[in-house]
């Protein structure tokens, strides 16, 4: 039967006919020589920006945190209490002598088993009919299907978006007296409220913020600004530096000192640290919560939600920074073997810290071995830069300072030179291939690549992953893998699945090595900034074509979708092509141009892992986190979270000025 999906006006007029049928399924490196004298007033920039940060979530919370209160949660008559992201929908049946099951399910849940919402008695007289009160999600569409109860025969079945703390009501009933015909009418009794609308006014506090910055620095660069701004506040202060031996205030006598400092150590790129901390201030932001909204959590299994995007892109930089420091350290003489045992216990050091400091099992109790979770996001990250580190320590020569110019834009030097580490790359992605579609799994579909749960009709339920998902329980155990899954929001899953498993590292390893790719680019051709983009731009076309083809374009449709859960190539492809493409847009306007210093992400980018394990370890203490007016608003949330990620901005702002940072 043909869903319909009606439209949420004062009293509208869409209608489902009834009939049969039924089920459902519903770094380090050179730099562009014209950055340097753009740079001087970074300092002060970056103070204002930071406080300006600052201001902007106090703005934010007084922007939202007043009045505003949500539609009253409670339907007193039918005593259903509305959470967050649900609205309220009354089933009213006024069939004689039908019972009504009513299904739901939302539509992003692919190829998905309908769960029994509630079940309607008949209508016992006329003008009274038999009415339920139940929850329905608004994060996505619904799906609702109402069958009879003891046909079980389908009677009508429609689609709609529901809004956050709506009240609906679904009129079931006969076209009219005599006619067999079904008609199913949604009516919209109260409008929802617009739970997007903290996040649209966050997101202009931040465009005003920048805009704001973007202007002031502008003016800072101006020097007849500077000397009126000197003048209009003590014009003979002014005048006698004027004439003093210390020469002009003004940025003019700067100039000198500033370059002998840069020329006299090699220049940090510094679109590498910013790209860094952009996606370390991201995941901050998600891993707080980011407002209680779907689009900032995990996709439940294929797709990407803003999320998804965090991860994999801290992977690419650290892949990227690798070469880069590395063939600093090698060119300062350090021998390879005190290279190897220094990547030797910065690995063990993130897999100690992701095992014992921020392990998310601690939620189920005291931390015990018997249900320590071992994969994890610092153990990945430990495992994934041993792996390239190694590697590249193992083929890489330093590159020789006098080359970089002499190369042409056509040049392929940065790919042939690398030939056995794309080798190796080659065949890990290759036993990734022949373990996930060949691997047998018992009481599963070889090569099975779903969510299992109530996905694929419910005949897979504990095929979570498949070869993926098999691999992290045999060797791991089911106790060591983590324990709430993104995949049970909507599939249901019931067995322990880890998104940081084995066989996802391996693609994490390819996407670190394709990172290696961003930094040889950036070393080998630093003085062709040409050179640079067009390699970005190739590379990142190059890769999301592979994206295209592989997922054909859908979502859940192609030969390997993108999915975060799984790190499937396609995952892979698609956020390194991205990655390439945001370099590509970083590189010139950063370190060519010097149009921005990269403030305020430059600075948490300069100290990522202590940013990234403080905010784990104070996460619910204040100032991070207090209690909550409305647990169910999302305003409330947007602004805790906002204040909390802006805070850890602020703490990596200072730290920078101070000059401590934190490396291992």
């Not at 322990?496 to 680019?521: C, H, R, W």
Request: net charge positive; hydrophobic share 45%; charged share 15%.
């Amino acid at each position: 039967m043909t869903g319909a999906r009606p439209r949420a006006v004062e009293r509208p007029e869409p209608r489902e006919r009834g009939g049969g049928g039924g089920g459902g399924g519903g770094g380090r490196g050179g730099g562009g020589a014209g950055a340097a004298g753009n740079m001087t007033g970074a300092g002060s920039a970056g103070r204002a920006l930071a406080a300006l940060l600052l201001a902007a979530s106090v703005l934010s919370a007084a922007l939202l945190a007043p009045g505003g209160s949500s539609t009253p949660d409670l339907d007193k008559k039918k005593h259903v209490e509305l959470k967050m992201d649900q609205a309220l929908l009354l089933i009213h049946n006024e069939l004689p002598e039908t019972n009504l099951t009513v299904y739901w399910n939302f539509d992003r849940c692919y190829h998905c088993l309908l769960q029994v919402l509630a079940t309607i008695p008949q209508s016992r007289k006329a003008g009274r009919p038999g009415v339920a009160a139940v929850a329905v999600g608004t994060q996505h569409g619904s799906i609702l299907q109402l069958n009879d109860t003891a046909e079980d025969k389908e009677v009508c079945r429609l689609e709609y978006k529901f809004g956050e703390f709506g009240n609906y009501s679904l009129l079931v009933k006969h076209v009219r007296d005599g006619v067999s015909e079904i008609a199913c009418d949604l009516v919209v009794n109260k409008e929802p409220v617009d739970s997007n609308l903290p996040v649209c006014i966050a997101f202009l506090v931040g465009m005003v913020l920048v805009i704001v910055v973007s202007f002031l620095r502008f003016l800072l660069s101006l020097e007849d600004f500077q000397n009126w701004i000197s003048k209009a506040i003590n014009s003979r202060e002014t005048d006698r530096l004027i004439n003093s031996e210390l020469g002009s205030p003004s940025r003019a006598s700067d100039p000198q000192p500033e370059a002998w400092r840069r020329s006299a150590a090699p220049l940090r790129l510094r679109c590498v640290d910013t790209f860094r901390g952009m996606a370390l201030i991201l995941m901050v932001f998600v891993n707080y919560g980011g407002g209680k909204y779907w689009y900032f959590k995990h996709s439940s299994w294929n797709g990407l939600t803003v999320a998804d995007l965090v991860f994999p892109w801290f992977v690419f930089i650290m892949g990227a920074s690798i070469f880069l420091s590395m063939t600093s350290i090698l060119q300062r003489g350090c021998s390879k073997f005190r290279l190897l045992g220094k990547i030797v216990w910065r690995s063990l050091l993130l897999i100690c810290i992701g095992i014992f400091v921020v392990n998310p099992n601690y939620c189920l109790g005291p931390l015990s071995w018997e249900k320590a979770r071992i994969p994890g996001v610092l153990q990945r990250l430990g495992a994934t830069y041993f792996v390239v580190a190694v590697l590249e320590l193992l083929f890489a020569k330093p590159v020789p300072e006098t080359c970089a110019s002499e190369r042409s834009c056509f040049s392929l030097l940065d790919i042939t030179a690398s030939w056995p580490q794309w080798l190796f790359v080659l065949i890990l992605e290759g036993v990734w291939l022949a373990l996930t579609f060949f691997l047998p799994v018992p009481g599963c579909p070889t090569g099975y690549l779903g969510p299992g749960g109530i996905g694929d009709g419910g005949r897979y339920r504990n095929c979570t992953g498949g070869a993926a998902g098999y691999v992290d329980r045999l060797l791991l155990g089911d106790q060591h893998l983590y324990q709430h899954p993104s995949s049970a929001v909507l599939y249901h899953t019931e067995v322990a699945y880890d998104p940081e498993g084995i066989l996802g590292t391996i693609n994490s390893i390819v996407m670190a090595f394709l990172g290696v790719q961003a930094g040889k680019i950036l070393l080998y051709y630093k003085d062709q900034t040409r050179g640079i983009l067009i390699r970005f731009a190739a590379w990142g076309c190059l890769l999301g074509l592979v994206s295209v083809a592989l997922t054909k374009a859908s979502e859940n449709e192609g030969f390997i979708p993108v999915n975060k859960n799984l790190w499937s190539v396609s995952y892979v492809t698609t956020l390194s092509s991205l990655a390439f493409l945001i370099l590509l847009a970083l590189y010139p306007v950063v370190d060519v141009k010097g149009l921005w210093t990269g403030a305020p992400f430059f600075y948490p980018g300069m100290n990522s892992i202590l940013v990234y394990v403080g905010h784990e370890v104070f996460a619910n203490y204040f100032p991070f986190q207090w209690k909550l007016g409305d647990q169910q608003s999302h305003k409330e949330h947007l602004v805790q979270n906002t204040v909390a990620t802006a805070l850890w901005v602020l703490i990596a702002y200072v730290l920078y000025k101070k000059k401590v940072f934190w490396k291992i």
